[in-house]
């Protein structure tokens, strides 16, 4: 029984309960955006002079064709080219410009707006600087496997030093989508299937790609997107339709943009996809009640890449210009690229189909975003050409390049400790489409601003280690999804002339990110058959998985002796992986995905609520339970799992009290031992299960992790803090509540495992 307030809330509840959960957990500050909290009379003066053209100007971003950075990506679109896109800054008629690079070319184009208009409004600057922008970083999905937010935070700060140098102001990043269902190409662009872990990491990169200072030359504004639930497209097929409880859209899928808003994000991205039959970028309960009502935000909406416009394909809008009157009416500020604003806005307005008072309430925000970052006062800040050529790839960047992926990669199974491989004494076969491949280190976003001159392939990272790099043979085989004459008999003669096969096989880069959804998450036909071929010659095998998502591997893939998941891991992949494999870095990344044991269990993730069947430990013994006729519904590897080349164990789990009441901290202690023979890092993983409640709960619940680093012999305390806020969940009425009663909780290395203890939840007043 839940006691409720007079207006259905329960007790104790609220709409905004995991902001503080998440709060407290990432140790984030609630960051209240001062420059929103009232316009300045700056931006007042402004908004008073502006023409409703100007008005619709500033609401507009359109893709930077004046210094684009690949040619022209999609001349479909692309209406606009260098010589209109000039006239239209002059004109007023452009607020935002985005996904160019040149500080020469920003500068002269800021030149126009801010000399050659009217108001002499400056522009924005904005791209999708993802994970790195010269200098490649991790996808960020491998980068979340280093459980590691500092070095998200670093890395993020790397890129913004990078895109700021090029007269950036703006990424349409972090990506904070919680991706359960493999399938989905864009799992690889955000933080993996856990929430908690989802929302530390988007925190994360906010403070890293902001900086201290907003207003200062390397700050670059963040945007966490897709809001909402992109993550969570039926089927994983890519723009579906989003079919969703409120309970799960806001226990799973909205805690992370919470968290990037206290970490200080003042944009967000609506989204393609619809959700339960309104698409995002014109749904006002998301965008404008929930976003700005419950949770205050005052910041600026920017929709995706012209899915206003496409709000006519989805049947909701009849035309263009009714697509402009509903997402301006639901909550979108600016409109990325359709130009449906520019082109109807004026005439809604004139109209009455749109109150001049909303399109202003807009404009103020935006004028406020560009106020926030000093643009008014230097409107030339971040176009330096010089700083460009300093802060471009540095070695500082390389340098971090490498250790990030090296953080980030997984030893998924290392039987008999055959790694790490000694640099010298042994023959090396490096077999497989990726062996010194260059061209699919970066992963999804990698073609786009990437310096590819920086790309370190595999053959080239591990030589550069070997005692002799005679001793390391490279056959491809065969391609990514086509074989090469000849290939596989190559292939065989170099394993057999080896000692160790280093099997390079998996996804090419694009066959993940947006747009690339797959119907089965195998590692590609041609592959296994290589793989095949090679096992055969009886070599001990190590698989050095290239992937952008979780991967179901089968037969002798699943079976070699060593596997190691090394994603998309950016420009120096080739050195990190290397550093692994010779032991130079011990491996400590942990999956932020599950790997289930068949493609046809997607959506597959770790803490999916319990069933009232669930399948008995005793495989004889599953008749009529929630199993599939081949297999258990369990994860070949599970979330949160990695080996390392050291071993640690994990003892004496206390608990500071048996009954938490209400308003109390509950400490979680463990010793945490390396009793292996190397220095390693240990990620501690900290699991609760509500075990009665008002709505069925997940079998576990990430709550915190912590990085222990032990050299051979040593021992640490870990402590963890659990509070009220930690054990609420999304109730009936769609409010965040606790309830009293006992929660299981663990220590644990994976989603999967752990010593277990239990406490109660006291109700209020109770003890
Ligand atoms: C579409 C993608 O969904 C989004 O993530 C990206 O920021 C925009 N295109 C702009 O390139």
């Not at 503080?20 to 929103?36: E, I, K, N, Q, W």
């Not at 690949?70 to 007023?92: F, Y």
């Not at 050529?389 to 055959?418: F, W, Y």
């Not at 390392?644 to 003892?651: I, R």
Request: hydrophobic share 45%.
């Amino acid at each position: 029984m839940t006691l409720k307030t007079a207006n259905g809330a329960p007790v104790g509840a609220s709409r905004r309960g995991f902001l503080s959960g998440a709060a407290a957990l990432a140790g984030l500050a609630v960051a209240t955006p001062r420059a929103f909290a009232r316009a300045s009379n700056r931006v007042e003066a402004l908004l008073a002079q502006m023409t409703i053209e100007e008005k619709a100007g500033q609401l507009s971003c359109f893709a930077d064709m004046i210094r684009p950075p690949i040619g022209d990506m999609n001349p479909l679109v692309n209406i606009r080219n260098a010589q209109t896109l000039t006239a239209e800054v002059k004109a007023g008629r452009i607020g935002v410009l985005m996904n160019g690079v040149g500080a020469q070319a920003a500068y002269d184009t800021q030149k126009a707006a801010v000399e050659g208009s009217r108001l002499k409004i400056p522009l924005l600057f904005a791209a999708d600087v993802i994970h790195g922008f010269r200098t490649v970083f991790p996808i960020p999905l491998a980068e979340a496997a280093s459980f590691d937010p500092h070095l998200a935070e670093r890395t993020a700060r790397a890129a913004a030093v990078e895109a700021t140098a090029t007269g950036l102001h703006w990424t349409f990043a972090p990506m904070v989508d919680v991706a359960r269902d493999q399938r989905w190409g864009r799992v690889a662009e955000g933080s993996g299937e856990d929430v908690f872990l989802g929302a530390v990491m988007a925190a994360a990169r906010v403070r890293g790609f902001q900086g201290k200072d907003l207003k200062a030359d390397d700050s670059m504004l963040a945007t966490p997107k897709h809001f909402a639930a992109y993550g969570a497209v039926t089927a994983g097929l890519e723009y579906n339709s989003v079919e969703l409880s409120e309970a799960t859209l806001r226990e799973v899928h909205l805690p992370p943009f919470q968290a990037a808003f206290a970490a200080g994000a003042l944009t967000v991205m609506s989204a393609f996809n619809d959700v339960n039959g309104v698409p995002a970028t014109a749904n006002k309960r998301l965008l404008t009640d929930l976003l700005r009502g419950e949770w205050g935000f005052k910041g600026v909406v920017i929709s995706d890449y012209t899915a206003d416009q496409e709000l006519v394909a989805h049947g909701f809008a009849a035309d263009d210009r009714d697509a402009a009157r509903l997402a301006i009416l639901a909550g979108v500020d600016i409109s990325m690229q359709s130009g449906v604003y520019i082109r109807y806005l004026p005439e809604l307005v004139a109209s009455g189909a749109v109150p001049m008072a909303t399109v202003d309430a807009a404009v103020r925000r935006v004028l406020s975003l560009k106020e926030a970052i000093g643009l008014f006062d230097n409107p030339y800040r971040s176009l330096d050409p010089k700083a460009e050529a300093a802060h471009t790839a540095t070695p500082a960047m390389r340098a971090l390049s490498r250790e990030a992926g090296g953080r980030s990669i997984v030893l998924l199974k290392n039987d008999r400790a055959l790694l790490p491989l000694p640099k010298a004494g042994k023959r090396l076969a490096l077999i497989g489409p990726f062996a010194d491949d260059r061209e699919n280190v970066l992963g999804a976003w990698g073609g786009f601003f990437a310096d590819r001159r920086l790309n370190v392939d595999l053959a080239t990272g591990l030589r550069a280690q070997m005692a002799d790099p005679n001793s390391l043979i490279v056959e491809r085989g065969c391609e990514v999804e086509t074989t090469i004459a000849g290939g596989f008999e190559r292939a065989v003669a170099a394993a057999q002339a080896a000692d160790i096969v280093l099997l390079a096989i998996g996804e090419s880069q694009d066959m993940t990110g947006e747009a690339k959804s797959r119907t089965d998450i195998r590692i590609p036909a041609v592959q296994q058959r290589l793989a095949e071929a090679i096992a055969a010659t009886g070599k001990s095998v190590v698989v050095l998985l290239r992937h952008g998502r979780a991967i179901a591997l089968e037969g002798v893939v699943r079976d070699a002796p060593a596997i190691l998941a090394t994603w998309f891991l950016g420009s120096e992949m080739g050195n990190a992986v290397a550093d692994v494999l010779f032991g130079a870095v011990n491996p400590s990344g942990r999956l932020p995905v599950s790997f289930p044991i068949d493609s046809g269990q997607e959506p597959f993730f770790y803490n999916g609520r319990t069933t009232g069947r669930p399948a008995p430990a005793d495989p004889n013994g599953q008749e009529y339970k929630a199993r599939w006729r081949s297999i258990r519904n369990d994860a070949l590897y599970p979330f949160g799992f990695g080996l390392t080349y050291a071993s640690f164990a994990v003892s004496d789990v206390k608990l500071s009290t048996a009954r938490l009441a209400w308003n109390d901290t509950l400490h979680v202690t463990a010793k945490v031992r390396n009793v292996g023979q190397v220095h390693g890092e240990h990620v501690v993983q900290l699991y609760i299960r509500d075990r009665v409640a008002s709505r069925t709960r997940p079998v576990r619940e990430l709550k915190g992790f912590q990085r222990v680093s032990l050299a051979p012999g040593a021992e640490r305390e870990v402590r963890f803090e659990l509070k009220r806020e930690h054990l609420m969940f999304v109730g009936d009425n769609d409010y965040w509540l606790a309830e009293p009663g006992v929660f299981d909780v663990w220590i644990a290395n994976s989603s999967v495992d752990g010593l277990g203890a239990s406490f109660e939840l006291l109700a209020a007043g109770q003890g």
